[in-house]
């Protein structure tokens, strides 16, 4: 089943702009990272947070979580037409002997140069 | 840098055949998935491997069975495979514990039953 559900589906910017994207999840999680597909090929992976963290950087992006609200967001600052993919959230849940992701849907993002 | 390599990027099979997906990671990692990626579904769980000859089912294991004789390789087995399966394949590798280890993704197999 899934867990992690993105908002929006897709967002199309402006070159320079910034891009926020969400991401929501419905049990207690351990960490929940963010991963980032190119068309046609496989995900890779941007950033992690812990569930004791509130908020996170890295280069351009910035993650938040608030687990009160079991919800994340990812923001891109000064987008660039690179930035061009879908981005997923991920969500991991404790299983027998280790952990799992769950993914959500994606938003697919397009930056117009 | 980690390489998880699939065996093939688009394959066209035939209903009722057996298909092999093969994927190989360079990293010595313990961990290895196989997910299914379709349009507005994200990705979902087939299978996953802790370790050399473990396996356990995902979220949608029927119609599908792995193979981890070696560390390095987790194969995705069709045992008859149907047009319902028709879907772009990612293969994922991981370190084992402690759990805050990112998965590392091959660029897919996308997969066509007639």
């Known amino acids: 089943s899934q867990q992690g559900e993105e908002d929006p589906q897709a967002l199309s910017i402006q070159e320079g702009e910034n891009a926020t994207m969400n991401c929501s999840y419905k049990?207690?999680?351990?960490?929940l990272q963010w991963y980032r597909q190119n068309s046609g090929r496989g995900l890779v992976h941007l950033i992690l947070i812990r569930s004791n963290e509130r908020e996170k950087h890295s280069g351009r992006l910035r993650v938040t979580l608030d687990t009160s609200k079991k919800s994340s967001s990812l923001l891109i600052t000064a987008s660039r037409a690179a930035d061009t993919a879908s981005y997923f959230c991920a969500t991991d849940s404790r299983l027998r002997g280790g952990n799992k992701l769950v993914f959500g849907a994606g938003t697919i993002l397009r930056v117009k140069s | 840098d980690v390489k998880v390599t699939q065996s093939s990027r688009y394959l066209v099979k035939r209903t009722g055949e057996k298909v092999f997906l093969e994927c190989v990671q360079d990293?010595?990692?313990?961990?290895m998935f196989w997910y299914r990626q379709d349009p507005g579904l994200g990705l979902r769980l087939i299978y996953f491997s802790y370790d050399v000859k473990m396996k356990e089912k995902g979220d949608i294991p029927e119609g599908y069975s792995v193979s981890r004789e070696k560390k390095e390789r987790f194969s995705l087995i069709l045992e008859s495979a149907s047009t319902n399966q028709t879907s772009m394949y990612l293969c994922a590798s991981r370190r084992g514990p402690p759990s805050n280890q990112p998965q590392h993704f091959g660029d897919g197999t996308r997969l066509s039953i007639l």
């Open positions: 049990t207690s999680i351990n960490n």
């Open positions: 990293m010595d990692h313990e961990n």
